[in-house]
C-alpha cells in the first residue's frame, strides 16, 4: 500500500522559509520511474503545481516559482524536502506531496499540511 | 497554456454530469481529471483520457479531442459530490497544469 504524509511548520512569518517534508511507504525513489511532486492550493482556489523530484534525482520547478523552491530527497529515509525561501501571505495554502506517473498523473496523494504565512 | 472548466455544474440523482476541459489543441494532451471532496485531498479518477484507476467506478469515464477534454460521470450518485479538476503537461512551460476546477452539485 502507498502511503504520503506531508509535515512542517503550520504557521511561518513572512520572509522566513518553509522547509516540508513528505515522508512516503510502498515505494521507494530509488527504483526506476518513480517521482514525487509538491503541489499547493490556496484556500478556497485550485491546484498549482510546485516541484518534482525523480529517481534519477533529476529535479523540476514550478516556471513562476523557481527561484524560492529547492527540492531534495533522502532515499534511506524515504523522505523528499521542499524548501520554499522568503515566504509571503499569498503562500498561505495547504501543500501536499503525491506519486508521480510518467504521463505527470499525480495517482496517491498525502493528506496535506496546511501553512499559514503571517506575522 | 490555460485549461478552462466550467465554475459549477449541477445534476440531479441518477443523472449523468458532463463536465468539460477547454484548451488549445487539448486532444494533442494527455488530460487527467482529479475528485476533490471538502477538507480533503485529491483523487485521480482519469488518466491518460480515459483510464481509471483500480477503484474508481466505472460510472466515471473520460474523452478527449480537438479543444475539449470531457469527464463523464453516469449515475450521479450524492457521493460524487465534489471539485473536479483537469491537468495536462504544458509542454511551453516544461510542467504540469491544472484548470481551475468545476464544482458539482448533486440536487
Known amino acids: 500500500q502507498v502511503t504520503l504524509k506531508e509535515s512542517g511548520p503550520a504557521l511561518v512569518k513572512p520572509t522566513q522559509t518553509l522547509t516540508l517534508t513528505c515522508t512516503f511507504s510502498?515505494?521507494?525513489?530509488?527504483?526506476?520511474?518513480?517521482?514525487v511532486s509538491w503541489i499547493r492550493q490556496p484556500p478556497g482556489k485550485a491546484l498549482e503545481w510546485l516541484a518534482r523530484i525523480d529517481w534519477a534525482d533529476d529535479k523540476f520547478y514550478s516556471t513562476s516559482l523557481k527561484t524560492r523552491l529547492t527540492i531534495s530527497k533522502d532515499t534511506s529515509k524515504n523522505q523528499v524536502v521542499l524548501t520554499m525561501t522568503n515566504m509571503d501571505p499569498v503562500d498561505t495554502a495547504t501543500y501536499y506531496c503525491a506519486r508521480t506517473l510518467d504521463a505527470s498523473a499525480f495517482d496517491i496523494w498525502g493528506q496535506g499540511t496546511m501553512v499559514t504565512v503571517s506575522s | 497554456y490555460v485549461l478552462t472548466q466550467p465554475p459549477s455544474v449541477s445534476v440531479a440523482p441518477g443523472k449523468t454530469a458532463i463536465i468539460t476541459c477547454a484548451g488549445n489543441?487539448?486532444?494533442?494532451?494527455?488530460v487527467h481529471w482529479y475528485q476533490q471532496k471538502p477538507g480533503q485531498a485529491p483523487v485521480l479518477v482519469i488518466y491518460h483520457d480515459s483510464d481509471r484507476p483500480s477503484g474508481i467506478p466505472e460510472r466515471f469515464s473520460g474523452s478527449n479531442s480537438g479543444n475539449t477534454a470531457t469527464l463523464t460521470i453516469s449515475r450521479v450518485e450524492a457521493g460524487d459530490e465534489a471539485d473536479y479538476y483537469c491537468?495536462?503537461?504544458?509542454?511551453?512551460?516544461?510542467?504540469?497544469?491544472f484548470g481551475g476546477g468545476t464544482k458539482l452539485t448533486v440536487l
Open positions: 510502498g515505494f521507494s525513489l530509488s527504483t526506476t520511474g518513480k517521482r
Open positions: 491537468q495536462v503537461w504544458d509542454i511551453s512551460s516544461n510542467h504540469p497544469l
Open positions: 489543441n487539448i486532444g494533442s494532451k494527455s
